[in-house]
């Protein structure tokens, strides 16, 4: 379906579209057209995605300029969604294909448009050692290990030369040759090598697929020397040029097959060609993260449009990016990280002077300036060398590029033992912090004094620059498997940022216990009907097994915001629960031109909202903190899940505020005997905190609700399930809310952001803490919902939501269907409801009725006041009938 | 002369009925069918009610299909009643269920060991499926009933009143729904309270209707939808669809006389002439329907003690009466439809059927009623005032009929004389 708004093309691949997906695009259209942001909320399962596909993509393909090659930057959470999103897009374009001439003559647009995914080398490496090691920073660490400069320049200074194209005929039948290739598969990476052949760079080995690319690729280089300007990717043979030229729509699976096939690394051919691609969708970290905004995303240009789906927990990604945490293990291991690192520039001061002075030399041109100058030559120069990407920061600087000073590094740190001194310094003090057993709160400022104080050292100042430092240290020292030295680099990171950011956003924060257990020990919060008389009143301190925590926590999430609003003006926000409407740009310190909510049309109510205040003997029910232990509370909960459980068909999805809450609940309800009367009627699952349990508890789940025995999820509103995992269809017809999953609120670190809040944006803390816990209430009813044939009974059980002030906060797509008579309710007259209401939405669908109503038409498109056709009359009134 | 073929339509577009069909009723009298808001006095005695009923109805429209009853509850199932066309055989199996449940003390001296199930725990979707399939997979030839050597006449149908909203399998409840696709058999279910994805994908996947009771009413209207239309499963016997026609080879009997005075009477099979003798039914639908029909009652003045429709036991013909035929394929025909005649059809002066005069009647309401029973009764032409005529017409052939003609086209007839 094609159709005008306010007089550009609309593509959109489906023959219907909801009304709300209209008003949606009507919306993001205008915030687009006026270069500003925007936070829009529409339900989940009425087709968000694809609406803000089609329309960024049809408003690129409108207004795109030579000079403006409009791009779009889509941020997911997971690779999952990343995935869906992909092959949404991939359906989008092939209907935009349809519409628009793809021969020749077509613009290059067209012809070239790129989709690429980005994730971690975990998800798109090849290597065939690399890719089965499983975790995370051991990748990385080998993936460093082979392709970093300096392993390729051993490589290269050991085996000869590199390779030449030409000679690899000749040489290939000579044993030493082999013995060279055998060698280049434990030592360097292969698919790496071709990456660079393939993008003009200088290889050391050559895979006999790629030789002829090189050879291209060498010939070009040496034009490109010639006439640095000349580089036209047209004027070379398509054929000639596949990485160039490469168009279509790559998901991971799809980028890792055809990249392997050619003998090239996936993932820096994404990185690379992300620079020209017109979509490209990954996570938040790459965006939101400095020290992975640095290395991938510092280059784009700030004419893309950025969109950030599921966005109602951004505040908090923004603040994990920036808050660094130390355990004692990490600070011991940093301790021993230093040591080997003096051992190793001590050896090296007898073998390699020259190595540390140049160093030195480089430092005092400038660590930074260089930085920027190694962007500089590979953002803005068109890569003339791509295997720069290699040799990009191994830890870049963890403080917005904005922030960090930019000038040379102070004469104290500048020589390398030197700057271990400082290090061992600064770990000294952490140990010292990090071994009293006492909760202590400060400024980074003042923490920073004391430790000017307590180890000698006036000026503080060049632990801003310890990060930079360190990184170039690691390179001259040539380290191998970084990831050893991830807890220096821990320490590092928390210098730096605490240095940096002195003034405010920042705190420093001391933890000696388990946060549970020690609110475990002090106030009795867990289990106190079961602990027996007297055991929970005093536990010394001491008992309790320490953990001590040091935090460097961010508090201000429109820090790590910052940074992306001032580079890109367009900015979208969008999830399914933004309410109430304002308050996250408020806190992310974003000024959307345009802020919507919008409802979802229904042909029949399809959601029903039930805020149950009472149990069945008419006592309320709250987890309120001094209502929580109480018995009726217990049974009345009891009684309300089996009420449900036995009208309610297939699976019911029960959530509660807490780990500890809920298992509280479930050994009183298995005394009472409730348990074995609920496994009647419903098969029982939990959530535990254990990964592979769930997903195993969840697969049983879901088997129970297909072959109709029926079951019960119980899980808690914060844990994984409560985000990630949709229960569409049978597997959700029912979500029973215990209690407002408020978070935990005697955390020190909410305290200080609460705290902060306040002060900054004036937020008064019960508010942010309703919004906070109102969000995670409509993402955990959200999870069965899923669509528009998708149906659910929302049970909201506690005194509490029947305030205006928590209802006020749900979406509107929730409290469009909460009318009066489901407020307030009690047990059985809320069973009653939900149980006509199961009723009615087993009737059959019917289609036709939809249209229209739910679901438009190009003719009812032509009727919307935005998309008239040019020139015709406004229609009365009285024709629309 | 007596050998007919009674044809079965199976046209997927209008959705016919079959001649024969085979029906397993799974009644669902686990525990929650005490629920008592939604249903009066509560859902199990409503559901029987209903049941009875749609029996009722059921064997009135096809007196050549077959039926059996299942009761599931609390993890069992049980065969309440074996497959026949004995409309009183069910409904007394049923009434002994309805004695059961209202009998609020367990009763000791209850004949079958199901009674202490009823109304407890919940139903077993897989034993009930499993057992209606070993009822309809038996191949129509061991069908009692069934016509020979004709497999693939009748369709195989099982309806599930399901209140219980969990079911308790001994295994993968999804291989035997793929069984019983395999046969094709059809399951229609209605679920009385919710939405269960289990009844919803039985359902789907093997082509039945598939229905939530909103209210009594609507479960008791949407069940008897299921006597008038049978779902058409497009794989299945796809090479009798391609005739269009298939072919149920059926017998009439013939009376013949025996003993000297000839007031013995015996039928015999038209085709081997085997004296009949005993129905596989003694208590057949007849009695029910019978009366109402002044052709069968006709019939049966000539003296026909079998109950028909029975299976010859020598050669297996299926013997019917004509009306059974008739009854059977109603939705297989063109049903005549009726139109009032018009000032412009006064040209027409005798009944297409019976030859009499058409009468003119009047057109006051008041007394409309008069003159139809007038001339049903004596058949004399008395002068109406005003000239509109009584008669109806063949809404396809035009033909016209009088007013006692068209009353039996409606109600016995089911066709045209004239045109089908």
């Known amino acids: 379906m094609r159709f005008l708004m306010d007089g550009m093309w609309v593509y959109f691949p489906y023959a219907y579209i909801y009304p709300e997906q209209y008003q949606y695009m009507l919306q993001l259209k205008r915030a687009l057209d006026a270069n500003g942001s925007c936070a829009l909320e529409m339900p989940t399962g009425t087709g968000k995605t694809i609406s803000l596909l089609s329309m960024v993509l049809s408003w690129i393909l409108a207004n795109r300029t030579p000079d403006h090659p409009y791009k779009l930057i889509y941020c997911c959470r997971t690779i999952g969604e990343v995935e869906k999103t992909m092959e949404e897009l991939r359906r989008l374009w092939a209907h935009v294909l349809t519409h628009l001439s793809t021969g020749p003559d077509a613009p290059s647009f067209v012809n070239q448009f790129l989709a690429l995914a980005l994730a971690s080398r975990k998800s798109l490496c090849v290597h065939p050692v690399a890719s089965t090691l499983g975790k995370r920073a051991v990748i990385d660490a080998k993936c460093h290990d082979m392709t970093a400069p300096h392993v390729r320049d051993?490589?290269?200074?050991?085996?000869?030369?590199?390779?030449?194209?030409?000679?690899?005929?000749?040489?290939?039948?000579?044993?030493?040759?082999?013995?060279?290739?055998?060698?280049?598969?434990?030592?360097?990476?292969?698919?790496?090598?071709?990456?660079?052949?393939?993008?003009?760079?200088?290889?050391?080995?050559?895979?006999?697929?790629?030789?002829?690319?090189?050879?291209?690729?060498?010939?070009?280089?040496?034009?490109?020397?010639?006439?640095?300007?000349?580089?036209?990717?047209?004027?070379?043979?398509?054929?000639?040029?596949?990485?160039?030229?490469?168009?279509?729509?790559?998901?991971?699976?799809?980028?890792?097959?055809?990249?392997?096939?050619?003998?090239?690394?996936?993932?820096?051919?994404?990185?690379?060609?992300?620079?020209?691609?017109?979509?490209?969708?990954?996570?938040?970290?790459?965006?939101?993260?400095?020290?992975?905004?640095?290395?991938?995303?510092?280059?784009?240009?700030?004419?893309?449009?950025?969109?950030?789906?599921?966005?109602?927990?951004?505040?908090?990604?923004?603040?994990?990016?920036?808050?660094?945490?130390?355990?004692?293990?990490?600070?011991?291991?940093?301790?021993?990280?230093?040591?080997?690192?003096?051992?190793?520039?001590?050896?090296?001061?007898?073998?390699?002077?020259?190595?540390?002075?140049?160093?030195?030399?480089?430092?005092?041109?400038?660590?930074?300036?260089?930085?920027?100058?190694?962007?500089?030559?590979?953002?803005?120069?068109?890569?003339?060398?791509?295997?720069?990407?290699?040799?990009?920061?191994?830890?870049?600087?963890?403080?917005?590029?904005?922030?960090?000073?930019?000038?040379?590094?102070?004469?104290?740190?500048?020589?390398?033992?030197?700057?271990?001194?400082?290090?061992?310094?600064?770990?000294?003090?952490?140990?010292?912090?990090?071994?009293?057993?006492?909760?202590?709160?400060?400024?980074?400022?003042?923490?920073?004094?004391?430790?000017?104080?307590?180890?000698?050292?006036?000026?503080?100042?060049?632990?801003?620059?310890?990060?930079?430092?360190?990184?170039?240290?690691?390179?001259?020292?040539?380290?191998?498997?970084?990831?050893?030295?991830?807890?220096?680099?821990?320490?590092?990171?928390?210098?730096?940022?605490?240095?940096?950011?002195?003034?405010?956003?920042?705190?420093?924060?001391?933890?000696?216990?388990?946060?549970?257990?020690?609110?475990?020990?002090?106030?009795?919060?867990?289990?106190?009907?079961?602990?027996?008389?007297?055991?929970?009143?005093?536990?010394?301190?001491?008992?309790?097994?320490?953990?001590?925590?040091?935090?460097?926590?961010?508090?201000?999430?429109?820090?790590?915001?910052?940074?992306?609003?001032?580079?890109?003006?367009?900015?979208?926000?969008?999830?399914?629960?933004?309410?109430?409407?304002?308050?996250?740009?408020?806190?992310?310190?974003?000024?959307?031109?345009?802020?919507?909510s919008l409802s979802m049309s229904l042909q029949r109510t399809s959601v029903c909202p039930l805020v149950v205040t009472r149990g069945s003997d008419q006592t309320p029910i709250s987890t309120k903190f001094d209502m929580r232990s109480n018995l009726d509370v217990a049974r009345n909960y009891a009684t309300l899940l089996l009420e449900f459980a036995k009208i309610v068909p297939d699976g019911i999805v029960c959530f509660f505020p807490s780990y500890q809450f809920m298992e509280m609940m479930v050994s009183v309800w298995n005394e009472m005997g409730m348990l074995n009367k609920l496994i009647k009627y419903k098969l029982l699952f939990v959530e535990t905190e254990d990964l592979t349990e769930t997903s195993l508890a969840l697969q049983s789940y879901k088997k129970a609700c297909d072959s109709g025995r029926g079951a019960v999820f119980l899980s808690v509103a914060r844990g994984k399930v409560s985000e990630g995992i949709d229960f569409d269809n049978h597997y959700g017809r029912c979500v029973i809310l215990f209690g407002i999953p408020f978070v935990y609120t005697e955390s020190r670190t909410l305290k200080a952001r609460l705290e902060f809040l306040r002060q900054k944006f004036q937020i008064h803390e019960n508010e942010f803490l309703t919004f906070d816990a109102m969000r995670m209430a409509s993402q955990c009813v959200g999870r069965v919902v899923r669509g528009k044939s998708d149906y659910g009974i929302m049970v909201f059980a506690d005194k509490r939501y029947n305030r205006i002030d928590k209802r006020s906060k749900l979406p509107q797509w929730i409290t469009q269907f909460l009318g009066p008579n489901q407020l307030n309710l009690s047990t059985d007259t809320a069973t009653s409801i939900a149980k006509t209401f199961l009723k009615e939405m087993g009737q059959p669908i019917d289609r036709d009725a939809q249209i229209g109503v739910s679901l438009w038409s190009e003719v009812e498109i032509l009727q919307q006041p935005a998309s008239r056709p040019f020139g015709a009359p406004m229609p009365a009134p009285s024709m629309r009938m | 002369?007596?050998?007919?073929?009674?044809?079965?339509?199976?046209?997927?577009?209008?959705?016919?009925?079959?001649?024969?069909?085979?029906?397993?009723?799974?009644?669902?009298?686990?525990?929650?069918?005490?629920?008592?808001?939604?249903?009066?006095?509560?859902?199990?005695?409503?559901?029987?009610?209903?049941?009875?009923?749609?029996?009722?109805?059921?064997?009135?429209?096809?007196?050549?299909?077959?039926?059996?009853?299942?009761?599931?509850?609390?993890?069992?199932?049980?065969?309440?009643?074996?497959?026949?066309?004995?409309?009183?055989?069910?409904?007394?199996?049923?009434?002994?269920?309805?004695?059961?449940?209202?009998?609020?003390?367990?009763?000791?001296?209850?004949?079958?060991?199901?009674?202490?199930?009823?109304?407890?725990?919940?139903?077993?979707?897989?034993?009930?499926?499993?057992?209606?399939?070993?009822?309809?997979?038996?191949?129509?030839?061991?069908?009692?009933?069934?016509?020979?050597?004709?497999?693939?006449?009748?369709?195989?149908?099982?309806?599930?009143i399901m209140s219980s909203l969990a079911t308790q399998d001994p295994a993968n409840i999804f291989t035997t729904i793929e069984k019983l696709r395999k046969v094709s058999i059809f399951a229609h279910v209605f679920h009385i309270g919710a939405d269960l994805y289990i009844c919803r994908y039985l359902a789907e996947r093997t082509h039945g209707k598939y229905c939530v009771a909103l209210s009594g009413e609507h479960f008791a209207s949407e069940l008897m939808k299921i006597i008038d239309t049978t779902p058409v499963d497009a794989n299945r016997n796809s090479a009798a669809l391609n005739f269009g026609v298939r072919q149920l080879p059926v017998g009439f009997c013939s009376p013949v006389n025996v003993g000297e005075n000839g007031e013995e009477k015996l039928q015999r099979c038209p085709k081997c002439l085997t004296p009949v003798e005993h129905g596989f039914d003694s208590r057949n639908s007849e009695q029910a329907t019978d009366s109402a029909s002044p052709a069968v009652a006709t019939l049966r003045v000539l003296g026909s003690p079998t109950a028909l429709p029975t299976n010859c036991h020598i050669c297996g013909l299926l013997l019917v009466k004509p009306s059974h035929l008739i009854r059977s394929t109603l939705n297989t025909r063109q049903s005549a439809t009726l139109i009032a005649s018009t000032e412009d059809d006064l040209d027409q002066e005798s009944c297409s059927a019976c030859g009499m005069e058409l009468l003119m009647q009047s057109t006051s309401t008041g007394d409309l009623l008069a003159p139809l029973q007038t001339t049903s009764d004596k058949r004399t032409s008395t002068v109406a005032t005003e000239k509109t005529p009584a008669s109806q017409k063949c809404g396809i052939c035009q033909s016209h009929f009088c007013a006692a003609c068209s009353e039996m086209i409606a109600t016995t007839l089911f066709f045209c004389p004239c045109c089908n």
């Open chain 1, 154 to 596: 051993k490589f290269r200074r050991e085996h000869g030369a590199i390779i030449h194209p030409d000679d690899i005929e000749d040489s290939a039948a000579t044993p030493a040759a082999a013995d060279i290739m055998r060698q280049t598969a434990s030592h360097v990476c292969s698919y790496f090598e071709g990456y660079v052949s393939a993008t003009g760079g200088d290889p050391l080995i050559l895979q006999q697929s790629a030789k002829s690319a090189a050879r291209r690729a060498r010939s070009r280089a040496e034009k490109k020397e010639t006439d640095p300007d000349a580089m036209d990717v047209d004027e070379l043979a398509p054929e000639d040029q596949p990485l160039h030229n490469l168009s279509g729509i790559f998901s991971l699976e799809e980028m890792k097959a055809f990249a392997e096939s050619k003998g090239i690394c996936p993932y820096f051919l994404t990185r690379y060609l992300i620079q020209r691609c017109d979509v490209v969708i990954y996570s938040y970290q790459y965006l939101l993260n400095p020290r992975i905004h640095q290395i991938v995303s510092q280059q784009l240009k700030s004419d893309a449009i950025v969109v950030f789906d599921e966005a109602h927990n951004m505040d908090n990604v923004c603040i994990e990016a920036l808050s660094v945490k130390l355990t004692r293990t990490t600070v011991e291991a940093a301790a021993k990280n230093v040591r080997a690192l003096n051992q190793q520039v001590s050896t090296m001061k007898q073998k390699d002077v020259e190595r540390l002075n140049a160093e030195y030399r480089r430092l005092l041109r400038g660590l930074n300036l260089q930085i920027a100058g190694n962007n500089n030559s590979a953002g803005g120069n068109n890569n003339n060398d791509p295997a720069a990407l290699a040799a990009e920061p191994l830890r870049a600087n963890p403080a917005l590029p904005d922030e960090v000073v930019n000038e040379v590094i102070p004469e104290s740190i500048r020589k390398a033992s030197e700057f271990l001194g400082v290090l061992d310094k600064v770990i000294q003090y952490l140990r010292t912090r990090i071994g009293v057993k006492q909760v202590f709160q400060e400024s980074p400022s003042f923490f920073l004094k004391k430790f000017g104080e307590a180890m000698g050292m006036a000026d503080t100042k060049p632990l801003r620059f310890c990060t930079g430092r360190l990184n170039s240290l690691l390179k001259t020292i040539e380290i191998t498997n970084i990831d050893k030295y991830q807890p220096i680099g821990l320490v590092a990171d928390f210098a730096t940022l605490a240095s940096t950011y002195e003034k405010e956003g920042f705190m420093v924060l001391m933890e000696p216990y388990e946060p549970y257990e020690f609110a475990l020990a002090t106030r009795g919060l867990g289990s106190p009907l079961h602990t027996p008389q007297g055991a929970n009143t005093q536990i010394n301190a001491s008992e309790l097994t320490t953990n001590p925590r040091l935090e460097l926590s961010c508090l201000d999430a429109s820090i790590a915001m910052k940074s992306v609003l001032a580079k890109f003006p367009r900015v979208v926000i969008t999830s399914g629960t933004l309410s109430p409407p304002g308050m996250l740009p408020r806190i992310l310190g974003m000024k959307p031109a345009l802020t919507q």
């Open chain 2, 1 to 160: 002369e007596a050998v007919a073929a009674a044809s079965s339509v199976a046209d997927g577009a209008t959705g016919s009925v079959e001649a024969q069909r085979w029906i397993c009723v799974i009644l669902d009298v686990s525990e929650s069918m005490r629920e008592r808001e939604d249903l009066q006095p509560n859902r199990l005695i409503y559901c029987l009610r209903v049941v009875l009923k749609f029996i009722q109805n059921f064997f009135e429209r096809h007196p050549l299909s077959q039926m059996q009853l299942i009761l599931t509850a609390n993890g069992v199932a049980t065969n309440l009643s074996t497959l026949s066309g004995s409309v009183i055989a069910h409904t007394d199996a049923l009434k002994g269920v309805l004695r059961q449940s209202t009998n609020t003390a367990p009763s000791q001296s209850s004949d079958t060991d199901f009674s202490k199930h009823i109304l407890k725990g919940v139903v077993s979707l897989q034993n009930a499926l499993l057992l209606a399939l070993r009822t309809l997979q038996g191949g129509s030839s061991l069908l009692p009933g069934a016509a020979a050597g004709s497999l693939v006449a009748g369709s195989k149908e099982i309806i599930l």
